[in-house]
């Protein structure tokens, strides 16, 4: 059972590294805004490294992890968050990479390569109970939150959307995006009717939100969850079914928040996300990171009650299908002396 829970975010100095006179090399590190497991995680690497003098990282925590995953492909950035859609969509030039071809795309996604996996959020329908939105059945024609601009977020949340209600984003509902940092102002200023992103039990946003009125929020219907529709996009790479009861959901939302299902059970789908780099990083500098990370799980799952269920420590969550993206071979020896198994299939050829 899958079960997540608050963030506690760091402090800014506690993520940059220290002075470059303690450390080995200068690396940037491009990950989303504080709330959640996709900023937890490299952030605590950077935090880390530091302490080990192993590296000074510099934190962007306002990226679009689209250009993200697309810069560390490039070697213009060290290290990023990686949802694992990105690196599969961009060696076939689709989605949001149409524009670099399918081509150049492939020859890009050779050079990603992961030191850690683990569970970026999971996916279900909001809103406010005064938008008088009645559900997964009343969403034609209305206006709903889908993510950022660009990205691995959008694309899943027009593909559900439209495999659950049969809506396509312009043509049955309006889709309204905005950077991750202002999603919950678009969201509270009523400019939207509801939203579909995926979120921990509770995060900042979930919390913010309930503060700031009634929320209800509905599990996917059992009847699309079980379709050979969904089946096959669970399939698809970064995705995985997310199931709980009910009563733990609304417990861990709070007060504010109702939770519908039309049984005891929530279900919604989980996006898988890593720490990436590219290949050509040192094998040494890759082991190191990836060694300090897996030393330090414990202080890192005392971070926030929710880290410890969100996979930090399972280096096969979500890995392998059809997807190029593959573990470096640093992070393969730090993760195998540790005492952990590297799936085969995540491993690189050579």
Known sequence: MTKFWSFTSLTGAAVLAATSAFAQSNLTVETVSPGGSAYLGPAHLAEVASQKGIANMQLNDSAVLTNSVQN?????????????????????????????????????????????????????????????????????????????????????????IQIIAGLKDGDGYTGKQSDWGQITAVIGDGSVDAAFLPELFPNARTTELGAGGRMTAWSIPKAAYESDGMAKYLKAPGNAGFTAPVSQINAALGESWTVISEDDTFRGMSTQGSIGVNKNMDEDMAYQLTKAFIDTLPELMAKAPFASNVGFDDPANGVCGPSPYKYHPGAIRAWEEAGYEIPDCAKPAS
Do not use: C, H, Q
Request: charged share 20%; aromatic share 8%; glycine share 12%.
């Open 72 to 160: 560390v492909a490039e070697g213009k950035t060290d290290i990023a968050v990686m949802p694992l859609i990105l690196p599969f969509l961009l060696s076939r030039g689709v989605g949001p990479y149409t524009s670099v071809g399918a081509e150049k795309g492939a020859e890009l996604a050779e050079n990603l390569r992961m030191l850690a996996p683990y569970s970026l959020g999971v996916f279900f329908l909001m809103a406010f109970d005064s938008k008088g939105v009645n559900g997964w059945e009343d969403l034609e024609g209305r206006t709903i939150a889908n993510g950022p601009p660009r990205g691995a977020a959008l694309n899943n949340a027009r593909s559900l």
